[in-house]
């Protein structure tokens, strides 16, 4: 077997979409188009015959045009969407990833900044001596307000990442994250967007978290559906994890509920059943097995463990 590596471009792809979605609206905008019958003699007089034999000819060779137009346009959106949407969930974990170590960071020199204030503003008793050798008591700072190499102050919290890169055609992308965080600097929630510009693919991902590991997550896809992923934890470990499926005009197309344990404390590795023993998503992606391949947790099995 041959090794290399196939590359998809789904922007590119998503480019020619449009391009075959224009070009059949063009013939879709065609006189020949549309026209449920023929000329008759008395509209054109004697070029009748001439004409229907053009529009006989021509009328489904241009209708069949335009469903092969149509149909390759679905199909390359639909690659574009599936590609892009693989890419923009790791990107989004990422993103979200990239403006927690922004926030860390910031922690870290706050902290920092406020200690050394701190021990700017108290003082300790130490012995001391004059020129003349003799013992006095002193109070002495326990670090200096004016050292050149003190913390900096830390600035306002970051709680946004944004980054963009305009490329060439289409190598454009945009990522962005924001995250809010209580006041001991646990994350409460995380919002990340990822597009590709003004190229029509965007991937939208927003998790609120509660008490005992619980998250309520919402996946806007590219194509308009949602996603949303509800875990509620117990303080024992053991949770639930329902699953919602909707399309892009707000219809249920798949739903599926799960049972945990080990959702934190000592067993942060939770293993999710499946509920339903009929159930064809049995990896917990919000997936059915039978188009997804079961790619992610791959368990094949109904109603299995993982």
């Known amino acids: 077997?041959?090794?290399?590596?196939?590359?998809?471009?789904?922007?590119?792809?998503?480019?020619?979409?449009?391009?075959?979605?224009?070009?059949?609206?063009?013939?879709?905008?065609?006189?020949?188009?549309?026209?449920?019958?023929?000329?008759?003699?008395?509209?054109?007089?004697?070029?009748?015959?001439?004409?229907?034999?053009?529009?006989?000819?021509?009328?489904g060779p241009f209708e069949n045009a335009r469903e092969l137009l149509k149909s390759l346009g679905e199909t390359y959106r639909f690659v574009a969407q599936r590609m892009f949407e693989q890419d923009a969930g790791y990107a989004a974990s990422a993103t979200a990833q990239q403006q927690g170590l922004m926030h860390n960071a910031w922690k870290m020199n706050k902290d920092s900044y406020e200690f050394w204030k701190w021990l700017t503003e108290h003082s300790i008793t130490v012995h001391a001596w004059d020129d003349k050798g003799h013992e006095y008591l002193k109070e002495q700072?326990?670090?200096d307000p004016n050292a050149p190499d003190a913390p900096r102050p830390p600035g306002y919290e970051p709680t946004l990442y944004d980054y963009t890169h305009d490329g060439d055609g289409t190598d454009n992308l945009h990522h962005e994250a924001h995250l809010t965080y209580d006041s001991d600097g646990k994350v409460t929630s995380t919002d990340t967007t990822i597009d590709d510009g003004e190229g029509g693919l965007k991937y939208h991902?927003?998790?609120?978290?509660?008490?005992?590991?619980?998250?309520?997550?919402?996946?806007?896809?590219?194509?308009?559906?949602?996603?949303?992923?509800?875990?509620?934890?117990?303080?024992?470990g053991t949770g639930t994890r329902d699953i919602t499926n909707t399309d892009k005009d707000g219809k249920t197309t798949d739903t599926s509920s799960w049972t945990g344990t080990g959702l934190g404390g000592d067993h942060p590795d939770p293993k999710w059943t499946n509920k339903d023993p009929d159930a064809t998503d049995t990896d917990g992606d919000g997936k059915d097995d039978k188009s997804d391949g079961g790619t992610q947790h791959s368990n094949t099995g109904v109603g299995s463990t993982y």
């Open 205 to 236: 991902e927003h998790t609120d978290y509660g008490p005992n590991n619980s998250y309520t997550t919402t996946i806007t896809h590219s194509d308009g559906s949602k996603t949303v992923i509800e875990v509620h934890g117990n303080t024992d």
């Open 141 to 143: 700072k326990l670090a």
């Open 1 to 59: 077997m041959p090794d290399f590596d196939v590359v998809f471009d789904y922007e590119l792809l998503n480019t020619l979409a449009k391009d075959m979605d224009r070009a059949q609206d063009q013939l879709a905008d065609s006189r020949l188009l549309g026209r449920g019958n023929f000329f008759d003699e008395a509209a054109l007089g004697d070029g009748f015959k001439a004409v229907n034999h053009f529009l006989f000819d021509w009328i």
